[in-house]
Nanobody, 124 residues
């Protein structure tokens, strides 16, 4: 089993920044690719960014490119999402996810573990 705990969400004004963290515990040696997803009220959960275990491959949703940066520290079993130039449309619950697979995928059902989510609210 792998447990994921997100932190770092909050309320920020448009144009501001937040840094989300996702701490993994348990059988982290079995986890390879990790991703950040978000879900706004009334909308489906969507992919934001993903990173392989080595950090050698990173992928972003179009909405995140140029503003968000995903990174991971395997020594700390933690994945980060630095979010800059935030917009009101970025308001959502942000989830961290982990999968046994080596590749990044935008498909939610391909992830094996999920965190409880952290709320990000961007005011205009």
């Amino acid at each position: 089993q792998v447990q994921l705990v997100e932190s770092g969400g909050g309320l920020v004004q448009a144009g501001g920044s937040l840094r989300l963290s996702c701490a993994a515990s348990g059988r982290t040696d079995s986890v390879f690719a990790m991703g950040w997803f978000r879900q706004a009220p009334g909308k489906e959960r969507e992919f934001v960014a993903g990173i392989t275990r080595s950090g050698g491959t990173i992928s972003y949703a179009t909405s995140a490119k140029g503003r968000f940066t995903i990174s991971r520290d395997n020594a700390k079993n933690t994945v980060y999402l630095q979010m800059n130039s935030l917009k009101p449309e970025d308001t959502a619950v942000y989830y961290c996810a982990a999968r046994f697979g080596h590749t990044i995928t935008v498909i939610t059902t391909r992830y094996d573990y999920w965190g409880q989510g952290t709320q990000v609210t961007v005011s205009s």
